[in-house]
């Protein structure tokens, strides 16, 4: 787990009230779970990273989600998003979560930290806000769809927090080369 996982984090709605969507803080004292920071080789072709620092069609959604330290308020950074590599015989998995540091940031990043082109994505791509549901603007999905089109990755996954809307703009985008994940789902990569 990140380091920075056991924050305060919290949503904003309407733009007055505040809700908690961090972590118990009592989890810091687990004998079971490891803190990381930076790049985790875990063996087995398992690697962990965060650092994702890029902004390049970052989710205007994140607006909405806040980190509390003291007792202010700031946009949160999303330092605590760590993503997974799996590098399984010549092929190079990159698993996140919702991505809310940007997919493209996040793709770039894991291909910097290899060394080598991504194959498979499997995650979320936040492009969906389930509270406001209100989806990213057709522009911002169709510029999406022109980097991940571009970029020599062979399949994308994505799931809940993409939004079907913005999933659908994407699909016509990229002609099959992505697919839906909903809960039950089986894929094999």
Do not use: W
């Not at 603007?137 to 809940?160: M, P, Q, R, W």
């Amino acid at each position: 787990m990140s380091r920075y996982a056991l924050d305060r984090y919290y949503t904003r709605f309407l733009k007055l009230m505040k809700f908690n969507i961090g972590l118990n803080p009592e989890l810091k004292s687990s004998k079971r779970i490891e803190f990381i920071e930076g790049i985790e080789n875990l063996k087995n072709g398992l690697l962990l990273f965060d650092g994702v620092n890029a902004k390049k069609l970052y989710p205007k959604s994140n607006s909405n989600l806040l980190k509390k330290a003291d007792e202010n308020f700031t946009e949160d950074d999303f330092k605590h998003e760590i993503n997974l590599i799996i590098s399984e015989e010549e092929r190079i998995i990159l698993i996140c979560g919702c991505a809310h540091k940007g997919i493209i940031n996040i793709i770039e990043k894991a291909q910097r930290v290899i060394k080598r082109d991504i194959n498979v994505v499997v995650g979320g791509m936040h492009l969906y806000n389930p509270i406001t549901k209100r989806c990213e603007s057709n522009e911002f999905i169709e510029a999406l769809g022109d980097i991940l089109l571009k970029n020599k990755v062979d399949h994308y996954y994505t799931c809940h927090c993409t939004g079907e809307k913005a999933y659908k703009l994407l699909n016509m985008k990229l002609k099959g080369q992505i697919n839906y994940l909903k809960t039950g789902s089986i894929i094999e990569i």
